[in-house]
């Protein structure tokens, strides 16, 4: 079945320090990939998404590239904030029909910033 | 603000009790899924309705059922609570597209504690 992969956290940085959170999964067909972020007490927000092989997508700073050849999607910034403090998460969906994507969640990474 | 409302944003019930969670989307959106969050099992897929309609069915158990109604708010009905049954529920609308590039909004989630 379709699987996503996260590296275990916490993640603890200093702010202005590089990020990586890695992201691997396990998918058939061709699937589309996200980022999500949940701040403490709130809901599931979209961070980024990448629909086929080589897409790149960036928000506020966040990167992460499709890498078909070795099934990864992780997750970088060149400089976080206290503010990036939160969970997140990696997911999926494997299904390209108009009105059905059901994502598959990776188990969330907690990213702890310091000042 | 995603746009998307859930209600009630906390709920606390004794085992055994039914209850229901109400989910309205954003204007436009014709599909709702519903998630779980615990602890245990991650964020889970468990039902979508497209318009109306069921579309697809995850993990959910025989005892949770849902529905969409003509103004396409949902509703998320679990009955027989047991202590296990703690977790947030999510509801995400979407506008239905092809090709993987439909997007999930999420609301700010059902936090549910049976005691």
């Known amino acids: 079945g379709n699987s996503v992969t996260q590296m275990e956290g916490p993640v603890t940085l200093s702010e202005e320090a590089f990020l990586t959170i890695n992201c691997t999964y396990t998918?058939?067909?061709?699937?589309?990939l996200f980022w999500y972020v949940q701040y403490p007490g709130e809901g599931l927000q979209l961070l980024l998404k990448a629909t086929k092989a080589d897409d790149k997508g960036s928000n506020k700073g966040f990167e992460a590239t499709y890498r078909k050849e070795t099934t990864s999607f992780h997750l970088e910034k060149g400089s976080v904030q206290v503010s990036d403090s939160a969970v997140y998460f990696c997911?999926?969906?494997?299904?390209?029909?108009?009105?059905?994507?059901?994502?598959?969640f990776g188990t969330g990474t907690r990213l702890l910033v310091s000042p | 603000d995603s746009g998307v409302t859930q209600t009630p944003k906390h709920l606390i019930t004794a085992t055994g009790q039914r209850v229901t969670l109400r989910c309205s989307p954003r204007?436009?959106?014709?599909?709702v899924y519903w998630y779980q969050q615990s602890l245990d099992q991650g964020l889970q897929f468990l039902i979508q309705y497209y318009n109306g309609e069921e579309r697809a069915k995850g993990n959910i158990l025989e005892r949770f059922s849902a529905q969409q109604f003509p103004d396409l708010h949902s509703e998320l009905n679990l009955s027989s609570l047991e202590l296990g049954d703690s977790a947030l529920y999510f509801c995400?609308?979407?506008?239905?597209?092809?090709?993987?590039?439909?997007?999930?909004?999420f609301g700010p989630g059902t936090r549910l504690l049976v005691l």
């Open positions: 997911a999926l969906s494997d299904s390209r029909d108009t009105g059905f994507q059901k994502l598959v």
């Open positions: 204007s436009g959106d014709l599909s």
């Open positions: 995400a609308s979407s506008v239905p597209l092809g090709g993987g590039q439909e997007t999930q909004y």
């Open positions: 998918a058939t067909g061709y699937p589309s």
